[in-house]
């Protein structure tokens, strides 16, 4: 079974930038996609940016303020937020998608804004 490892949430100030980082780990695999979805109490889970097929997709709420890059030899994507509004502040979960189309799924971590 493979396992995702999420970094880099919690409080952060309002005028600094935000990075999550999700490494995975397990048996290989081919790897499809990876990327950051995020839920609010309340609301469904949304796509924030992801990696697939040899390009980067973004939510519209993001574009323009946010990075997303992919390191396919460790299984890892990082997320740089710049920017950010009342809105970003949620549990961000990564996801991976294998070749195989089998998910995975992050455990989740909370992002929150201080002032």
């Known amino acids: 079974q493979l396992q995702l490892t999420e970094s880099g949430g919690g409080s952060v100030l309002a005028g600094e930038s935000l990075t999550l980082s999700c490494a995975a780990s397990?048996?290989?695999?081919?790897?499809?996609?990876m990327g950051w979805f995020r839920q609010s109490p309340g609301k469904t889970r949304e796509m924030v940016a992801m990696?697939?097929?040899?390009?980067?997709r973004y939510a519209n709420s993001v574009k323009g303020r946010c990075t997303i890059t992919r390191s396919l030899e460790t299984m890892k994507v990082d997320l740089q937020m710049n920017n950010r509004k009342p809105e970003d502040p949620a549990v961000y979960y990564c996801?991976?998608?294998?070749?195989?189309?089998?998910?995975?799924w992050g455990p989740g971590t909370q992002v929150t804004v201080s002032s």
């Open positions: 990696v697939g097929g040899g390009a980067a």
């Open positions: 996801k991976l998608s294998t070749l195989s189309s089998e998910d995975a």
């Open positions: 397990g048996t290989a695999f081919g790897i499809n996609s």
